[in-house]
Nanobody, 120 residues
Framework: QMQLVESGGGLVQPGGSLRLSCAAS????????IGWFRQAPGKEREGVSC??????STSYADSVKGRFTISRDRDTVYLQMNSLKPEDTAVYYC???????????????WGQGTQVTVSS
């Protein structure tokens, strides 16, 4: 069974940092583009960042550029989140993408999500 499992969420003060991890079972993570997505209460799920399988190229939503960094090794994809803001509060999901751009309709496998709350 193909699964993704996120970890690393939690409660952090504004300006703080968290590192999320995404691990796979049932398939080799390194073979696929992997994206991070988030969904805040009452809002649609949105793309945060994507990392390719071939050359490790990355992309970011404008709202997180310069603050978040996506990286990967063979078994895990990470999202380093710095300078967190209250508006970053959401459930964060990783997803295995069927295209190079990590568009939501093309995500083939979703994790269960991890809660990130930014609050003082």
């Amino acid at each position: 069974q193909m699964q993704l499992v996120e970890s690393g969420g939690g409660l952090v003060q504004p300006g703080g940092s968290l590192r999320l991890s995404c691990a796979a079972s049932g398939f080799i993570l390194d073979y696929y583009p992997i994206g991070w997505f988030r969904q805040a209460p009452g809002k649609e799920r949105e793309g945060v960042s994507c990392i390719s399988a071939s050359d490790g190229s990355t992309s970011y939503a404008d709202s997180v550029k310069g603050r978040f960094t996506i990286s990967r090794d063979r078994d895990t994809v990470y999202l380093q989140m710095n300078s967190l803001k209250p508006e970053d509060t959401a459930v964060y999901y990783c997803g295995r993408s069927g295209d190079h751009y990590c568009t939501i309709p093309k995500v083939e496998v979703w994790g269960q999500g991890t809660q990130v709350t930014v609050s003082s």
